[in-house]
């Protein structure tokens, strides 16, 4: 399948088997809700075992959105060479697992995984959710593996992030957390001088807000690595 946006699934099911390719300028899959006004009808659930290409800038391999819409991937891979890029977005309540296969980013600035909950009126109202079971996280220069903000949420298992100069493993805003888990971690610079961060929590210095670290983080591989980072966050371990 080619084109700017591959497969879209309203509260439907779809499948890209382990032959299937994808190419896209835009969207490899997208997947919400099908609704009747503010009622949710029917979820979408998609699972990815093939190939999905990411060939612009700015581009997604798939996004998924909306409370109880899911995207798991068990096999293959989603991947990009251009810059800016996201692997997976999960937005508005959406679930996605990463159970096999691997999320590429070759470009600067990548996003392996991208995700967003709700905030209203400063109060987290949805949370959106990604666990990393197994399976592979790669970035470049500048990339981050996991971005969760606004009540996303994340839960790590056996599954690997890698990432290159001054790149993070997990980026979280003060709305979001790590529940659970092991972040093991591959920092590869072609700098030895650069350093790479495991787990950063970013906060608001106008209103530091307490938060728990849930988390451990395995390196599996470089130097010049701080585990766990803390900015404008009163952090406890």
């Known amino acids: 399948i080619n084109g700017s946006l591959g497969v879209t699934a309203k509260g439907g099911e779809f499948r890209n088997t382990s032959k299937g390719v994808i190419n896209t300028n835009n969207i490899g899959i997208y997947g919400e809700n099908k609704m009747d006004g503010t009622t949710v009808e029917a979820s979408s659930d998609i699972t990815n075992e093939g190939t999905i290409n990411v060939n612009s800038d700015n581009g997604i391999g798939v ?48 996003k392996g995984v991208y995700v967003e909950g709700v905030v209203t009126d400063g109060t987290v109202s949805r949370n959106s959710t990604f666990t990393l079971t197994s399976g592979s996280i790669s970035t470049d220069e500048n990339g981050i593996g996991i971005v969760s903000k606004n009540g996303g949420q994340v839960i790590l298992g056996a599954g690997t992030v890698a990432v290159k100069d001054n790149g993070v493993g997990v980026y979280l805003d003060k709305y979001s957390s790590i529940s659970s888990g092991t972040l093991n971690f591959k920092y590869i610079p072609s700098t030895a001088s650069n350093k790479g961060i495991g787990i950063y929590y970013d906060g608001d210095p106008e209103n530091m807000a307490a938060k728990t670290n ?9 130097t010049n690595i701080i585990n766990i980072y803390s900015k404008d966050v009163s952090l406890s371990n």
Do not use: M, P
Request: negative net charge; aromatic residues 2%; proline residues 0%.
């Open 63 to 110: 996004l998924i959105t909306g409370a109880g819409s899911k995207f798991t991937q068990k096999n293959g891979g989603i991947a990009s060479d251009e810059n800016s890029t996201i692997g997976i977005g999960v937005t508005n309540g959406a679930e996605s697992e990463l159970s096999g296969g691997s999320i590429t980013s070759k470009g600067l600035a990548g």
């Open 214 to 222: 849930n988390a451990s983080v395995n390196i599996l591989e470089g």
